[in-house]
């Protein structure tokens, strides 16, 4: 990630220079409400991240030790977010204490430090400038921030000590054969589902050379409807193709929990029985998929015995089979509550009713978790979460997330850069996960929450 950190003592000037270096460039400034405050930050031209971490840990009124314990907590979060450091330091008042503590520290952590000496456009900053490379950080970069002197060199300083830009993770190009597994408990009608989508008339179908006989794996090419192209690889089809039935559909679910279908798969089918609804089983299943991170779709299997049912006997308060189709998937989600909220098709393996349309859901999943979020509404929409529910004070501290950004996608993974991530519980967390997913659309992906707090 190309992140920068500028860091400093009070008064040195790190928001003058933040201003002069997303000024000339173009740059989108993330107006960041609420918790993170502390931080301004700015998405620069040359596909960096400019942050200013003068507002960590800052209040209007501040002892030296106060301000010495801010500094370090800028310091902390610094050290962890950015790729490199813009230390910024007073040449009017000269090399403090202060300034040689933290000096001691980056030395320490090894990352790339550029040191600035700002207000260079004074004279005894002039004079002061030679006591600076006592702090071993290289040569200082003399800059007047106010006046723009020196920014544009820092600037070349501070490119040329990144690394390399790489393009977010998911090309539109990009040629993706998405692999699936239909999973569930016996009996809910994975085989069957399976067969009737090999059949599928916008299917042509292949086995993929060199699968073992107990992890079988099936290439579907599928055109859809408006002439899109999908690719699929279905993972341990054991079971599936008649002529490898192994017997009872037992095996197909004990195939899959050896083969590791589930780990290999992007997207898991989680086939429920729509007579039974949801069962222990089913949620230990669920629970495995979410343990590896995979995308989600939720496939309600028998729906026409389910409708068939309704209509000899409809259920009071349902008037039609949509009412009732909703107040089903309503109780799924209740029962799946731990899980993220995830698409729910409602098909017949033995009609054939919608079972394409899983196809399809998959895909949208699978283009969905490979999104990048961007940097400035990723954090606003953390900060609009964390306003309108504070995380509960433990001690004297409240949790306070700095920053965050989307570092990996399969699973969605966001880092957030906090002051102390102990104090992030599990319902929180969900309440995060859940606030990002409705900001954001992500049905069907799961969220990491990889928190990164004092070092
Ligand atoms: P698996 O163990 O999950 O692979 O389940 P199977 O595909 O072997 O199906 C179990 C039983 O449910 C079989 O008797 C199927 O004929 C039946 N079945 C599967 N899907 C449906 C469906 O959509 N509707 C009805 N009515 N029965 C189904």
């Known amino acids: 990630e190309r992140t920068v950190a500028i860091v400093g003592r009070p008064n040195v000037g790190k928001s003058r220079l933040f201003n002069r270096l997303v000024g000339k460039r173009m740059a989108i400034v993330h107006d960041m409400p609420g918790v993170t405050r502390d931080l301004a930050s700015a998405e620069v031209e040359d596909n960096y991240n400019l942050l200013d971490t003068g507002g960590i840990g800052m209040k209007p009124e501040m002892t030296p030790q106060m301000i010495h314990d801010a500094t370090e907590e800028q310091v902390d979060f610094a050290v962890q977010a950015a790729s490199v450091i813009v230390f910024v330091t007073d040449g009017i008042e000269g090399l403090t204490v202060i300034d040689e503590e933290l000096a001691k520290q980056f030395r320490r952590y090894g990352k790339p430090v ?51 830009y790489k393009p977010p993770f998911y090309s539109k190009k990009e040629e993706r054969r998405i692999r699936i597994c239909l999973c569930g408990r016996p009996n809910v009608g994975k085989s069957s589902l399976g067969n009737r989508l090999l059949k599928a008339p916008r299917l042509i179908v292949s086995e993929v050379a060199g699968t073992t006989r107990d992890a079988i794996e099936t290439d579907l090419d599928y055109t859809d409807s408006d002439g899109t192209e999908l690719k ?37 089918f989680l086939v429920l029985d729509a007579m039974t609804g949801v069962t222990k089983h089913d949620k230990t299943l669920a629970g495995e998929v979410l343990k590896f991170g995979k995308g989600l779709v939720i496939v309600v299997n028998k729906w026409d015995l389910a409708l068939e049912q309704f209509r000899e006997q409809p259920v009071r308060g349902y008037e039609t089979e949509k009412e009732f189709r909703e107040a089903f998937a309503e109780a799924v989600d209740k029962e799946l509550f731990f899980l993220p909220k995830s698409p729910i098709l409602f098909v017949s393996a033995v009609s054939g009713f919608k079972v394409e349309s899983i196809l ?96």
Do not use: W
């Open 114 to 164: 550029v040191l600035v000496v700002n207000k260079i456009d004074k004279q005894s900053a002039v004079r002061n400038l030679d006591d600076f490379f006592k702090l071993g950080l290289g040569d200082p970069q003399a800059i007047s921030a106010e006046h723009g002197d020196g920014v544009d060199v820092l600037h070349e300083v501070i490119v040329s000590q990144m690394p390399p």
């Open 232 to 268: 699929f690889r279905l993972m341990d089809t054991a079971g599936v193709k008649p002529r490898r039935k192994l017997g009872s559909s037992l095996d197909y679910f004990s195939g899959l929990r050896t083969s590791g279908a589930i780990e290999r798969t992007d997207i898991a």
């Open 360 to 455: 399809k859901a998959a895909r949208t999943v699978d283009v969905t978790s490979g999104l990048q979020l961007p940097t400035g509404a990723l954090n606003k929409t953390l900060s609009k979460l964390m306003d309108k529910q504070a995380p509960r004070i433990v001690g004297k501290k409240r949790f306070k997330v700095y920053y965050s950004v989307h570092v990996s996608s399969r699973p969605i993974t966001i880092r957030m850069f906090c002051n102390r991530e102990e104090q992030l519980d599990d319902r929180y967390r969900r309440y995060l996960e859940t606030g990002l997913r409705e900001a954001f659309q992500l049905e069907g992906c799961p969220i990491r929450l990889d928190l990164v707090g004092k070092p």
